[in-house]
Structures are given as structure tokens and as C-alpha cells.
Nanobody, 127 residues
Framework: QVQLVESGGGLVQAGGSLRLSCAAS????????MGWFRQAPGKEREFVAA????????YYAEPVKGRFTISRDNAKNTLYLQMNSLKPEDTAVYYC????????????????????WGQGTQVTVSS
């Protein structure tokens, strides 16, 4: 059973930075595509970033391009999201997700392509 646990959220002022981590347990996820999604109060869950397992390609939602960086450390079985130049509109619960072993989502931004989800970590950006 794969388990994902996010950490690193918190309260930060606009313009600040945070690094989220997603620790996986149960088995190695080196061959799983992984992603970050977020959900703000009253809004639907939205795509933030994703990373492929086969070639390391990364994908970003337009609002976070140039500010957020997704990365993974397969030795630590951990996914990261470095968030810089944070804005109040980045306030949300952030979730990490993993696709099935060996599966490469044709649409990395589609949450239906991911099978395993963490419980989320709150990020609050004050103005």
C-alpha cells in the first residue's frame, strides 16, 4: 500500500518562499509519475506541477510557471515543490499525487491520471 505524506506548509508573507515535501512509503516510486495539486476554499482542486518518471520532464500550470519548481529524489522516495515569490492567491491546501507504476499520464494536469493521494498540507500567503 502506497502512502504519501506532505509536509512543509505554513504561513508566509507575500514574496516569501516555502518548500513542500511529499514522502512516500510502502514501496519505491521511482517509476511513478507524480504531481502537485492544490485546492483553495470554495474552489475545485487544480493542477500545479507534475514530473515524469521516465525522462524527468516537468509540467507547470501557467499561474506558477517561473515561480515553482517540482523535483524528486528517488533515493529518498520524496517529491518536492519549491515555491518562490508566493502570492496570496497561492493560498490553498496542497496535495501530492502519484500515478500507477509505469504509467505516464497523457494529461499530467488531469487528476484522474493519479491513483495515490496524500492528505494535504496548508499553505497560507498573507498580503
Amino acid at each position: 500500500q502506497v502512502q504519501l505524506v506532505e509536509s512543509g506548509g505554513g504561513l508566509v508573507q507575500a514574496g516569501g518562499s516555502l518548500r513542500l515535501s511529499c514522502a512516500a512509503s510502502g514501496r519505491t516510486l521511482s517509476r511513478n509519475a507524480m504531481g502537485w495539486f492544490r485546492q483553495a476554499p470554495g474552489k475545485e482542486r487544480e493542477f500545479v506541477a507534475a514530473i515524469n518518471w521516465s525522462n524527468g520532464n516537468t509540467y507547470y500550470a501557467e499561474p506558477v510557471k517561473g515561480r515553482f519548481t517540482i523535483s524528486r529524489d528517488n533515493a529518498k522516495n520524496t517529491l518536492y515543490l519549491q515555491m518562490n515569490s508566493l502570492k496570496p492567491e497561492d493560498t490553498a491546501v496542497y496535495y501530492c499525487a502519484a500515478a500507477l507504476l509505469g504509467f505516464i499520464p497523457t494529461r499530467p494536469a488531469d487528476p484522474r491520471g493519479y491513483t495515490y493521494w496524500g492528505q494535504g498540507t496548508q499553505v497560507t500567503v498573507s498580503s
